[in-house]
């Protein structure tokens, strides 16, 4: 929105000519969205409280998380509000892949919403029934892949890239509605599995939300996409300012959702971020890379399928609690350390992926 009126101000003084560039829109991004965090944070977290609005406890989870009972939790509406406005304010509206990636993520948040208001405010322990809040995350991801395979203009764009390989893709076709619906359900589902202790599924999406916005800008740029081998997407670079807001929205709240929480994210936000990943993922053509960069969400997930499965086929458990952080904390493991440790992972592993804009 910001861009046009910054395109107008330059007949007046070519300073504002600085704005038409993506970095700075995605620094602004970044910053507007972490302000608003910060403003509107302490506003939510007491109209949470006022409300009544706090977070359920299983009691046959870990001990100490037992005090947490009634911690004001739906602030991923924060996340989501900071996102989708900074996103609107800073990035180029005349772009699909613009309005693609905010319609996804509103839509996840949404599902998210009514998921959280049923538990929360109905009182419904079962929430939104899994099988509607399954069919529901379907339809948005099946409309968001059938939109961008219409939008694909080459066969490279519906290939599927081979990380650390160069010119190695696999062609797919019709296919790429398949995995892109896969991507953005699965990956959706595997933040909020991921989302247990505080700060530790947010800070994760800030950081591979960070990298993706890397990823984009080369891909947008078609310099720099021919240089380094990888699919040029003519206006996949403002997924840069899209996943900049995110970062900063994600740092924002985790001031007050790190260790104790003040607030927690829910499915609102949990939903939200992680169907936001998957759809840039898939837009710059690196699902594989989001795999490795997201490798914490993927292990949370497989962890949790293990143990069902395990169970089930032999009423045995491999894991004290899953998901896998939960192991860690029946283990003896501090809420903070687990917390700390795992961020330390994904840091290594969003610096593996980034290699692989080199390593081919």
Known sequence: ML?????????????FNAFTYITLRAIMGALTALIMSFVLGPVLIRRLITRQIGQTVRTDGPESHLPKTGTPTMGGALILAAIVISTLLWADLSSAYVWIVLGVTTGFGVIGWIDDYRKLILRDPEGMPARWKFLAQSVVGLVAAVTLYR??????????????????????????????YLVIVGTSNAVNLTDGLDGLAVMPSVLVGGALGIFSYVAGNVIFADYLGIPYVAGAGEMMVFCAALSGAGLGFLWFNTYPAQVFMGDIGALALGAALGTVAVIVRQELVLAIMGGLFVIETVSVIIQVASFKLTGKRVFKMAP??????????????VIVRFWIITVILVLVGLASLKIR
């Open 3 to 15: 861009l046009y009126l910054a395109d107008y101000l330059t007949q007046l003084y070519s300073g």
């Open 151 to 180: 939008l694909a203009d080459s066969p490279v764009e519906t290939s599927l890239l081979i990380p650390y390989f160069k010119d190695l893709a696999i062609p797919l076709g019709a296919g790429f509605m398949l995995l892109t």
């Open 324 to 337: 896998l952080h939960h192991h860690y904390e029946l283990k003896g493991w501090a809420e903070p350390k």
